[in-house]
Structures are given as C-alpha cells and as structure tokens.
C-alpha cells in the first residue's frame, strides 16, 4: 500500500479533498488528512486525521495541499492542487500565480492557468505542471447521491438561486446586497440557497442564516458544490465560486467584481438585483457563448474524474516520468524554517 497524505488550513479545503480521497480509496490506497489552523478539527468521511508526528511517521508516498503552503520537510512528492480559481483579487506575482518554492508538482485546472505555470517551470526548473482539472469540481459531474436535489426540493419548481460572497471586505457584496436579498427571498417568486466564506465575519452569518425558511436555506461550506449543481443562477462577486459555477455553463451576477468580463452579468447597484436575476434567467446566446467560452478555458473537464488524474500525476512524478527538478530555490529553504517555528517543530526531538 502507498501511503498518501491530505493537507489543508481552512474548512475551504475540505470540498477540494474530498473527492481525492474517495479516488484514493477507491484505488486501494492508505489515506490520512493533517488539518491546522482554520482547518483544525475538521474530518473528511472514512479518513483518518493526524497530526504533525503522526504525519511523519507515516512517511507518505505524497502531501496533496489545498493550501498556499505545506510542511516541506514532510516525506514524499508535495503537490499543489489550489484553493480557488484565478479570479484576480490580486497582480500575478501576489495572487494565483506566486510560485513559493515548497511545492514538486502543480495539478492545475485548465489551460488558462496550465500555459503561465509551464513557462514558470520551464524557466525556474524546480517543479513540475499536469493539466489535470480540479478535484473539487468533480461532484458537479457525476452521480452526488441526491444532495443536489434535496437542496432543490423545496424550490418546488421555482428559480433557485445561490449566493455565495467572498470574505474580502472591499470586494464583498454580502453587506450591499443584504437588503435586496432579504427582500427577493420574502417576496417568494425564486428559492435562494444563501451560503458564504468561512472567514466572514460571524455577524454576516448571523444575518444570512436568519433568512433561512419556506423560500431560502443556509449551506454551509461542505454543502457547497451539491448547492452549485442544484441551482440555476449564482449571485456573487469577485470570488471564486463564479468560476467554479460557470464551468456548469450556468450565468452568473456579479456585483461590483473587480474585473468584469463578458461571461458575467455584473452591476454596481445593488436596487438593480431583480432586474439582473430575470436577465441571468434568460440569457441571450450572445452571454451563453461567453459563458462557455469562459468555462472550457478555465477548465474543460467535465467527466468527473480529475481526482483520478491528479493521482495519475502524481504517480507519473514519483516514478520519474515527468523528469528531474533542479534545486529548490533559497527562499523555499527560508520558508521551511518559518514553517518549522509555527509548527514547532525542529526535528525528531523538537
């Protein structure tokens, strides 16, 4: 049996991991999961959780991290599976594309993302990229047990609508759309499936869950890619989850998104809502074009079975298919003792 460890900081990650897992399993292999920070204490279904010195001792073959970082003197191929899409709250070089130098291979999403990290590796040399699409994408495209479809149930035929906001406060429209959004959900015409970033603050979420009832529900975050099959238009801004919406070829309302493009309905005025839902509702095949222009470039993936590829990656990479790295750059040596002092840990003593 390979051993093969599963790493993630905030509860964000556990959708990420959890279809790896069960591909994991499924190919008869031992599997684990190491949670710190805003992750400690989560669990995935039939894993195993560890800590740091259970974690070492278990020698893994490779550490899958949903995380920007992972313990690098950990045992094994450490490989990069991303905790969102590019959806550029930030320049390249501070956002999706910072190479850190703890990482062996990159499972990245589409070519969109797959081209910048091959010139990257092509010209640093201390780590390898496969196109692999995302694993936590994979539910939308295949049998989810009828999650989906229990979240839509209550709709009983109307709209169903999902919101879902990032934490970041200049960029959020949770506090703007508020209001709008109460109001839609208690005039009854759509359901609404309202869900939000884990590191919102807890008075965003006191007031999202309070509108749970006949017309809307409260998703928490590891319901969230059943909520995104089940409904029919999502109502964001500038996070990720618009992206990872819109490779079902479903529209998308953004309010106030940082960079606006042509696959989105995006406004600025949050009395504008209703007007922009009946638009999402009924797109014309001008937006529908955009929209799956938009998907297939991010990720074109849409059999279900990236976790399998990303197996089949890494594999590829432990067995010297994909070639030899060059040295880790010094910074990725800098960035391991930072990692050691938080952990605590310096060694088998330590």
Known sequence: ?????LFATERYALPIL????????????????????????????????????EALAMRPQAVFSAANWVPTFLSGAKVQLFHGFNVQKRDSARGHFRVRGMFDLYCTQGPATTAPFQAMAAEQ???AVVETGWPKLDPLFRDDGGASAALRAPAAGRPVVLFGSTFTERLSAAPHLYPQIAADIAAGQR???????????????????????????FVEPEQVMAAQRAADVLVSDTSSIVSEFIVQHKPVVTFRNRVPQPHMIDFD??????????????????????????????HPWR????????????????SGALGTLARKPLGSWLRNLQIRKDLGYWGPKG
């Open 1 to 5: 049996m390979a051993g093969y460890l």
């Open 269 to 298: 005025d949050a009395a504008q809502l209703p007007a922009m839902l009946e638009q999402a509702l009924h797109p014309t095949a001008a937006l529908q074009a955009e929209i799956t222009r938009y998907a297939d470039t991010i």
């Open 125 to 127: 040399g201390h780590f």
């Open 303 to 318: 059999d279900g079975r990236s976790s399998e590829r990303v197996i089949a990656a890494t594999d590829a990479f432990v």
């Open 191 to 217: 359901y609404w499936l309202l869900t939000l970033h884990p590191k919102c603050t807890p008075e965003l979420f006191a007031q999202y869950r309070a509108l749970a009832g006949a017309n809307a529900c």
């Open 18 to 53: 959890a279809p790896l897992a069960e591909a994991l399993h499924a190919s008869g292999h031992e599997v684990a999961a190491w949670f710190e920070d805003g992750a400690a204490g989560s669990r995935l279904p039939g894993v195993a959780s560890v800590g740091l010195r």
